[in-house]
């Protein structure tokens, strides 16, 4: 049992070029999530799901699209990645109670 | 607009030296309060839920309590390798489970 899994661990992009996360859970969950950390910021929502088909803005949407087109993957995508993007993205899944959380995607945009 | 405040930003202690992190939120409807340990370079990793005031819950040296407007953790004997930064979050009563996060307790616990 793997748990949340993440894809890559480390990136760099330039400005303007993109690129996609991949997230992926083994336990079943309906509920998936994408945060993203920064310093003094705290975890903030990006886009989360109710379920497989499904997609929701969270607090901070702009400059992000997602995918949910199986129950077990999320996928993020920058499209046109900004310095503004730098930041470790967190993919997480929940089935209702608590939402466990995979290891995290270091991103830094030049 | 559901908001977590979380004190002290960082907290330096002595092992043994017991003290207490501080969560205050304001939530439409709380429909729970969530702990968790992040530590450097990884995810953060849950510890508690609690969803009404007065519940208590203990893990090892660690004790969360809740009231109607904050919660404390209370760690009790630390040692070194509850280092760590602490996460306060709350769930309202919306869709998804979406949770909203403090900007967390950095502790450092030395010999």
């Known amino acids: 049992n793997a748990g949340v899994t993440q894809t890559p661990k480390f990136r760099v992009l330039k400005t303007g070029q993109s690129m996609t996360l991949l997230c992926a859970q083994d336990m079943n969950h309906e509920y998936m999530y994408w945060y993203r950390q920064d310093p003094g910021m705290g975890l903030r929502l990006i886009h989360y799901s109710v379920g497989e088909g499904t997609t929701a803005k969270g607090e901070v949407p702009d400059g992000y699209n997602v995918s949910r087109l199986k129950k077990q993957n999320f996928l993020l995508g920058l499209e046109s990645a900004a310095p503004s993007q730098t930041s470790v993205y967190f993919c997480a899944s929940s089935q209702g109670t608590a939402i466990n959380f995979g290891p995290g995607t270091r991103l830094t945009v030049t | 607009e559901d908001q977590v405040t979380q004190s002290p930003e960082a907290l330096r202690l002595q092992e043994g030296e017991s003290s207490s992190l501080n969560c205050s939120y304001t939530v439409s409807g709380l429909r729970g309060l969530f702990w968790y340990r992040q530590d450097p370079g990884k995810g953060p990793e849950f510890l508690f839920t609690?969803?009404?005031a007065g519940e208590e819950k203990e893990k090892e040296r660690l004790k969360a309590t809740l009231t109607k407007k904050e919660s404390f953790l209370h760690i009790t004997a630390p040692k070194p390798e509850d280092s760590a930064t602490y996460l306060c979050a709350v769930r309202d009563t919306g869709t998804a489970s979406k949770l909203t996060f403090g900007t967390g307790t950095r502790l450092q616990v030395t010999l």
């Open positions: 609690l969803y009404s």
